[in-house]
């Protein structure tokens, strides 16, 4: 009997001594930190945090698990991710909760909303169409004396600028003939200069300007 109680324990005890630390962040659709959520991690027995600020951080071995969030009274699911543990050390990922729509029964409010964004919608337009004639005014006149970009931070930062401030890094190698690794230095030493900010998705990284 001590055998077997000895024997449990050594196993118990083995399976965490590979072990690693996962944290990060849990950001909202518009990537402000998330407040007062709860984030499930699927070990056995499963680990919950009720996260005040966003961050959490489990202690887990090695292994590929699900993480959840959830809101503050746990009944509503907020988003999902999962991650695999291969050795030691810490891995950091960063959760960006899906857009949801808020419900709302005033139809005063419904209608409000509608109109504002068809007013919206009229404006975005107008200064699209203004912005696009512009655009190809100058297209037109520079067409013999085009600036080259050879700068490729230069060329980077105006694709982030041109996306409207936010783009996957998955989606910036599109348009470089760079290797990966390249792009990866680059992004690396423009967050460093603090001219972009990185945040990770689950395998990839959306690049914003600050």
Do not use: C
Not at 105 to 119: D, E, K, M, N, P
Not at 157 to 177: C, D, P, S, V, W
């Amino acid at each position: 009997m001590r055998f077997s109680l000895l024997l449990i324990f050594i196993l118990l005890l083995s399976s965490y001594v590979s072990a690693a630390t996962l944290q990060g962040k849990v950001y909202t659709y518009d990537l402000e930190r998330a407040k007062n959520v709860v984030v499930e991690l699927s070990t056995t027995p499963q680990q919950r945090i009720v996260s005040t600020d966003g961050i959490y951080q489990f202690y887990v071995p090695l292994g590929k698990y699900d993480i959840t969030v959830y809101d503050q009274d746990n009944s509503q699911l907020l988003g999902n991710d999962n991650v695999t543990l291969t050795k030691e050390g810490t891995y950091t990922l960063d959760i960006i909760l899906p857009f949801k729509e808020k419900e709302h029964s005033s139809l005063a409010y419904i209608l409000g909303t509608l109109f504002i964004l068809f007013v919206a919608g009229l404006l975005l337009l107008h200064e699209k169409t203004h912005h696009f004639a512009e655009r190809l005014g100058k297209s037109l006149r520079l067409k013999k004396k085009l600036p080259v970009i050879t700068n490729d931070k230069e060329k980077l930062l105006t694709l982030i600028k041109e996306a409207g401030g936010r783009i996957t890094q998955k989606e910036l190698r599109k348009h470089f003939t760079l290797s990966e690794a390249k792009i990866s230095l680059l992004i690396t030493e423009l967050e460093h200069d603090n001219t972009i900010k990185k945040i990770k998705q689950g395998r990839g990284n959306i690049i914003i300007l600050p």
